[in-house]
């Protein structure tokens, strides 16, 4: 039975995927930041589940023992818990919300799950955006946009270091089983900059969002990359703007002494090793 691991799972694409993951054959784990929305969906899935804020470093630190103790294997970790934000705001770590959340944590989560992931072969499948190409732009000098935030920014920048992450992940793990993706969950219709006063909350919270897709069409995106195989549904490595199509994303994801960079300066602002 193949273990999957869902973060990001209380609503939306995360949610929509979980409930078309289950039933026989995997093991479901969903983990969120509601205690309440988790839950339920746990309950309605039949999945374990978790309960962890991103905000929080310890949360992560956390999550990461309780599944070092209750999984013998984890086949698949989608990294999907994300979000644009107003600020900046400062975590209790001391870093940039938005790029704590969307980046930070699940490149810790990761880095504590690594030799489980490794011994398993498995795949990670980190939940980007299109706003990667649109809006990110990052300065290694000042990863956490002190000096230059705006939600749009921060969050194009995230989904940036989503990409950049998992080039790195691939070039240093590949030759050892671990398989990596990143990839466009469409623009779905969810609860997404609901906590940002961005030029997207009209988008998303208004008439407006008529012209989004569904988060079930959404979470068939996701779906897709959990129960595809790597180097057959999709190749490791490359971010997918569409469910079957390897799509271009923005200049600095090619870049790869950009993308060693951005894995030391992560690794060093959160003093872990690989």
């Not at 039933?23 to 969903?30: D, K, M, Q, S």
């Not at 630190?61 to 989608?78: E, G, H, K, S, T």
């Not at 407006?208 to 569904?214: D, E, H, M, P």
């Amino acid at each position: 039975m193949r273990t999957v691991i869902i973060t990001g799972a209380s609503d939306g694409v995360g949610a929509a995927a979980s409930r078309q993951i289950a039933g026989a054959g995997t093991r479901l784990i969903v983990v969120g930041r509601s205690p309440e929305k988790t839950r339920a969906v746990a309950a309605e899935t039949g999945a374990e589940y978790h309960v962890a804020d991103f905000t929080r470093l310890h949360d992560v630190r956390r999550l990461a023992a309780a599944l070092r103790q209750d999984c013998d294997r984890i086949d698949v970790l989608a990294n999907n818990a994300g979000g644009i934000f107003s600020g900046p705001t400062t975590t209790a770590d001391g870093f940039e919300q938005t790029f704590q959340v969307n980046h930070l944590a699940p490149y810790l989560l990761t880095n504590l799950l690594i030799d489980m992931l490794l011994d398993s072969r498995a795949a990670v499948v980190n939940t980007s955006s299109i706003g990667a190409r649109r809006f990110g732009d990052i300065d290694l000098d000042d990863l956490n946009n002190w000096q230059s935030f705006t939600p749009v920014k921060a969050y194009g920048d995230a989904k940036l270091a989503n990409i950049l992450f998992t080039r790195a992940l691939h070039a240093r793990f590949s030759d050892h089983g671990l398989s990596a993706v990143a990839f466009h969950p469409g623009n779905v219709a969810t609860n997404f900059a609901s906590d940002t006063d961005s030029y997207f909350r009209p988008v998303y919270h208004s008439p407006l969002k008529v012209f989004l897709i569904s988060p079930r069409a959404g979470g068939a995106r996701l779906r897709h990359f959990i129960d595809g195989r790597p180097g057959e549904a999709w190749t490791s490595g490359e971010y997918y703007g569409s469910t079957r199509r390897i799509g271009r994303t923005n200049r600095q994801a090619y870049d790869d002494g950009i993308v060693q960079k951005h894995w030391e300066r992560s690794a060093e602002l959160l003093g872990v090793h690989w």
